[in-house]
Every structure is written in structure tokens, then in C-alpha cells.
């Protein structure tokens, strides 16, 4: 039995392959794509309950995929991206993903955020919806460590343990919680990107 249908979009023929096949093997429905209009053609036709998708492709952009996918079909979706630059960052937060993967990533690290994103989706809705956070905050789907352990992997090129470790430590050193020194360190490269502050 299937555990659930995901659309998954790259523009990389191998990574698209070993993305199917792994999410299949775990016990997915998959619909793959390797390119944005593909993409929501198929999901137009076959309705996923996620989406993953690359960010930079050849014309349609993984943001423009899950723009459509948020307005018009209302699936949630999740990104898997080499880049962690600011801007990248910040359309990220802006579109609502509901996780941000940074490559390189082997599909034994993508199949529990895949799941974890399922059951999410799966779980019922709060009687008395909290109030949404400012525009200026996290959105709640959106976890701050994963996106800091990016921005450590790409600042230092670092494997993703080791920014794991970093983030830790310097939590530790700063006497933080783990998710408050993401936090932190995400709002930092938010100042950075505002316009005059390069």
C-alpha cells in the first residue's frame, strides 16, 4: 500500500532517478518530472500530497512550480537545492515550503523529511487555529535548524554533520537551545540580505 503520492521535479536525469527509485522503494507513489511545465501538467492531472522540487532549472523555476502548486492546487511542497544563498533563503520562506534540503543529500536523509512532511499533512487540524505569526517570523512548517545547518554547509563547505556539530557547539558556547541559535543565525543572514546593508 502506497504510503502517499509525491511529485518529484529535477532537471538533473540522475538525481531524478535515484530520487524516484529511493522514494518508490521506501513506499511512495512517485510522479517525476524534469522540467516546470511537465511538472504541473502532472500534477494538474494526478493531484500529488507533496511535491519536491529542485530549484534552478531551465525555464520554469521550482518557484515558479510551487507558486502554482500553493495558488491553484493548494499541495504543499518542499525544496532540495545546492543553493543557500540569501535570496534563495528568503523566496523559500516567502513560498512556505514545508522543508528546505540542502544538497548533496543521500536518499536515506530525504525519505524521513519526506515522511515527516506526509504525516504533518496527516495530522488533524487544531480546533482554535493559533493566531499566524508577523511576515518578519519563521513560518511554522518551515524548520530554522535545517535551513541553519545549510547556510553553515555552504558558508564553510562543510558535510552536513559537521555544520550539525558546529551549530551545537556554537549554541552551546552562546548558551542558546539548538533551534534558538538557528533561529539566530538564519534572522543574521536576513539583515545581511536587506538592501543596503552590502
Do not use: C, W
Amino acid at each position: 500500500m502506497s504510503k502517499g503520492k509525491i511529485l518529484v521535479v529535477d532537471d538533473d536525469r540522475l538525481v531524478l532517478a535515484t530520487l524516484s527509485y529511493g522514494l518508490t522503494q521506501a513506499g511512495f507513489e512517485v510522479i517525476d518530472a524534469d522540467n516546470g511545465d511537465d511538472a504541473i501538467l502532472l500534477a494538474r492531472e494526478h493531484r500529488p500530497e507533496l511535491a519536491l522540487l529542485d530549484i534552478r532549472m531551465e525555464g520554469l523555476t521550482g518557484f515558479d512550480v510551487a507558486a502554482y502548486l500553493r495558488e491553484y492546487l493548494q499541495t504543499p511542497f518542499m525544496f532540495l537545492s545546492a543553493f543557500t544563498d540569501e535570496a534563495t533563503v528568503a523566496k523559500v520562506k516567502e513560498l512556505g515550503a514545508v522543508a528546505y534540503l540542502v544538497k548533496p543529500l543521500d536518499i536515506s536523509q530525504i525519505v524521513p523529511a519526506v515522511e515527516a512532511a506526509f504525516a504533518r499533512a496527516a495530522a488533524p487540524e487544531p480546533v482554535a487555529s493559533p493566531p499566524a505569526p508577523p511576515p518578519t517570523e519563521f513560518p511554522t512548517t518551515l524548520d530554522p535548524t535545517a535551513m541553519a545547518v545549510g547556510v553553515l554547509m555552504h558558508r564553510y563547505s562543510l558535510p552536513r554533520d559537521e555544520a550539525l556539530a558546529r551549530l551545537m557547539s556554537l549554541a552551546a558556547a552562546d548558551g542558546h537551545s539548538v533551534p534558538e541559535q538557528a533561529r539566530r543565525i538564519v534572522d543574521a543572514v536576513e539583515l545581511l540580505a536587506r538592501p543596503g546593508t552590502r
